[in-house]
């Protein structure tokens, strides 16, 4: 599955979901369950990201995303 690469567009930690936008293409739904991560997950605006994209059930849904760069805390 070939991996994309977009920055975090907006996310709500309270609702769980948010979009990423993509460098090869249109925004893409993100869900906290397709967030690679140990403890808490959640994504901050600004974040630079990597991810495969899924059919979710409303469309395209990026999973295994992995946070390549904090927007404001340096590297991930």
Same mark, same amino acid.
């Given at each position: 599955? &070939?991996?994309? /690469? *977009? $920055? $975090?567009k907006w996310f709500n930690s309270a609702k769980g979901f948010g979009f990423i936008g993509r460098e090869d293409g249109p925004d893409v739904f993100v869900h906290y369950?397709?967030?690679q991560s140990s403890g808490y997950r959640m994504l901050k605006e600004g974040d630079e990201v990597e991810f495969n994209i $899924? !059919? *979710?059930? /409303?469309g395209p849904q990026a !999973?295994? $995303?992995?946070?390549? /760069?904090? &927007?404001?805390r340096g590297t991930a």
């Amino acid at each position: 599955m &070939a991996q994309h /690469k *977009g $920055v $975090v567009k907006w996310f709500n930690s309270a609702k769980g979901f948010g979009f990423i936008g993509r460098e090869d293409g249109p925004d893409v739904f993100v869900h906290y369950s397709g967030i690679q991560s140990s403890g808490y997950r959640m994504l901050k605006e600004g974040d630079e990201v990597e991810f495969n994209i $899924v !059919e *979710g059930q /409303k469309g395209p849904q990026a !999973e295994e $995303v992995n946070c390549l /760069k904090h &927007a404001d805390r340096g590297t991930a």
